[in-house]
């Protein structure tokens, strides 16, 4: 699996996630971090003292409140500086949390966790399906039997339904343009983000693309990642994935 680490890619690059990590960890996502844990817990049936994997952990927005609803939650990130804001924030909420630093590509642990987490849209960022399918595969080989696998990001679908060609709006002094553009058959999504420091007048851009799984795709690579079954919501109360789904979430169990 070595042979999956490749050239360093855009989420590696700690300088972007400290310019860009305020912008799309703004209040609004931090509030609405409580609802979320506590629906992956009805998801999973997670109860007090049950352990659960964060793939993709970030600041420790979700993870956080994992552990304060009595969980012992590990938090995997490639990014240092991500992973010290997490044990700021859980030290500051008087939790602790299980910090590792590594590629979800190529993790493994000893540990089987009764549950598995990646949210927000984490996941389609690599350059190749392979090494997407990689992630998925050292997700599974995480949880224990009969655990839970909960994924949820933009689908092919869901950015169909909800595609905009940008926006611009102000957030935490800075003003954002986003410009956003279909790769191929709808294979991806690529987006550029450009902040403009509202005092200096100073401008950072950075692109990106990520790639567009169907709820089809997602449900077989699951399946072949080594999970026994996978079904496909339209948000966290598994709600139907239809014309009306604000997200895609997939609940695969091991």
């Known amino acids: 699996m070595g042979t999956l680490k490749q050239k360093k890619q855009w989420f590696e690059n700690d300088d972007f996630w400290l310019k860009f990590g305020p912008i799309m960890f703004d209040s609004q996502r931090w509030a609405e971090a409580p609802a979320v844990a506590k629906r992956l817990c ?5 109860k007090e ?3 659960i994997l964060e793939a ?15 969980l012992d939650v590990t938090g995997v990130d490639i990014i240092q500086d991500e ?8 030290a500051d909420e008087g939790v602790n949390l299980n910090l590792v630093k590594a590629d979800l590509r190529t993790f493994q642990t000893e540990k089987k966790f009764d549950a598995a987490c990646n949210v927000y849209t984490s996941f389609g960022y690599c350059d190749t399906v392979e090494e997407d399918f990689a992630i998925l595969k050292n997700i599974a080989a995480a949880i224990k039997d009969g655990g839970t ?3 949820e990001c933009t689908s092919r679908e869901t950015a169909i339904l909800y595609f905009t060609e940008g926006e611009w709006f102000e957030r935490e002094g800075q003003t954002v343009l986003t410009q956003f553009s279909v790769e191929g058959a709808w294979e991806g999504l690529r987006s550029k983000w450009i902040l403009i420091d509202n005092e200096t007048g100073k401008r950072f851009e950075h692109e990106f693309v990520q790639r567009l799984y169907s709820g089809a795709e ?5 399946i072949q990642a080594g999970f026994s079954s996978a079904e496909v919501y339209g948000d966290f109360d598994f709600s139907p994935y239809d014309q ?10 091991k």
């Open 149 to 151: 696998f909960i994924l």
């Open 49 to 51: 003292g049950c352990s």
């Open 42 to 46: 009805r998801i999973a049936d997670l």
């Open 83 to 90: 992973l010290d804001a997490a044990a700021e924030t859980a």
């Open 218 to 222: 997602l449900k077989k690579m699951m």
């Open 56 to 70: 993709g952990c970030g600041p420790g927005r979700i993870a956080v409140e994992l552990a304060l609803l009595g």
């Open 244 to 253: 009306n789904a604000r997200t895609m979430v997939v609940v695969a169990k």
